[in-house]
């Protein structure tokens, strides 16, 4: 059975940092496209930064380039969402997501979601 679990979430000042972690069971991410999600109220989930299983390119959404950094480590089959320099519009539920197919950098369709870890940034 696929299982993603986050952790990692929670408040933060804008400006400041947090890493979210996604630790996968029941199969290997690094033959899966991964990526983050991100959820806010009255919006539309929105991919915000993924790795491709093909050639481990990564995807960045424009609204957090250079701000947030996608990573995996294979040894312990978890992925990673560093993000810095974080804004009140960095506010929403992250998820985690892996896929064997890719559309527009992310996974898509047959999507396995993590449960969602709540991000606010607020003073």
């Known amino acids: 059975q696929l299982q993603l679990v986050e952790s990692g979430g929670g408040l933060v000042q804008p400006g400041g940092s947090l890493r979210l972690s996604c630790a996968a069971s029941?199969?290997?991410?690094?033959?899966?496209?991964i990526g983050w999600f991100r959820q806010a109220p009255g919006k539309e989930r929105e991919g915000v930064s993924c790795i491709s299983k093909s050639d481990g390119s990564t995807y960045y959404a424009d609204s957090v380039k250079g701000r947030f950094t996608i990573s995996r480590d294979n040894a312990k089959n978890t992925m990673y969402l560093q993000m810095n320099s974080l804004k009140p519009e960095d506010t929403a539920v992250y998820y985690c997501?892996?896929?064997?197919?890719?559309?527009?950098?992310?996974?898509?369709?047959?999507?396995?979601w993590g449960q969602g870890t709540q991000v606010t940034v607020s003073s």
């Open positions: 997501a892996a896929s064997l197919s890719r559309r527009l950098g992310c996974p898509s369709g047959g999507i396995s």
């Open positions: 029941g199969f290997i991410l690094d033959f899966y496209n």
